[in-house]
């Protein structure tokens, strides 16, 4: 786990630390490990995290549940609210809405789990449809032909179906 000790940025040249990855990712099933570059800035009450690089995530489709691989190419970054006390509940409604960029906050005293945000940001990154090609279908039964039919409705529908079919 790659964590950072949130006051140790203050020391950081420029307030940035900068994290190279070239691992897999716990949890998450990647065909190759994720590579790329994630920094992280101390703004004072802030932190600016961003990240750029890629990795071959293995889906599972949704027509035909076979897996398939994608690259996954990440390129996002995100602002971190610090607070010394972290009970977000005492802050006053407005400051979410001003700061609606601040999604997250972190004590500033702290630890940023760069590895599970890094982990938040590929999940988000994964499509909600998993596709494994343009034109996949539902896998169809194989056994339609020799299947007698045996209710007339159907055959009727079966010949609708062969009309239909190229
Ligand atoms: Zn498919």
Not at 14 to 26: A, E, G, N
Not at 81 to 86: Q, S
Not at 97 to 121: P, V
Request: charged share 25%; proline share 6%; hydrophobic share 35%.
């Amino acid at each position: 786990m790659q964590a950072i000790y949130i006051p140790h940025l203050l020391q950081a040249l420029h307030r940035t630390q900068t994290l190279v990855f070239d691992d897999f990712i716990p949890e998450l099933e990647t065909l190759t490990p994720f590579r790329g570059k994630m920094r992280v800035r101390h703004g004072g009450t802030f932190l600016q995290v961003s990240v750029k690089g890629e990795t071959i995530i293995t889906l599972t489709c949704d027509p035909c549940l076979q897996q398939y691989n994608r690259r996954l190419n990440l390129d996002t970054s995100e602002i971190i609210w610090l607070d010394k006390d972290v009970d977000i509940q005492s802050y006053p409604q407005e400051r979410e809405i001003a700061w609606e960029d601040l999604s997250e906050t972190l004590s500033s005293e702290g630890h940023f789990d760069a590895q599970s945000w890094l982990y938040e940001q590929l999940s988000l990154a994964v499509p909600l449809r998993q596709l494994c090609g343009k034109d996949c279908q539902p896998p169809t039964t194989e056994n339609d032909e020799n299947t007698p039919i045996t209710d007339g409705r159907w055959s009727g529908l079966e010949a609708l179906k062969r009309q239909l079919s190229p």
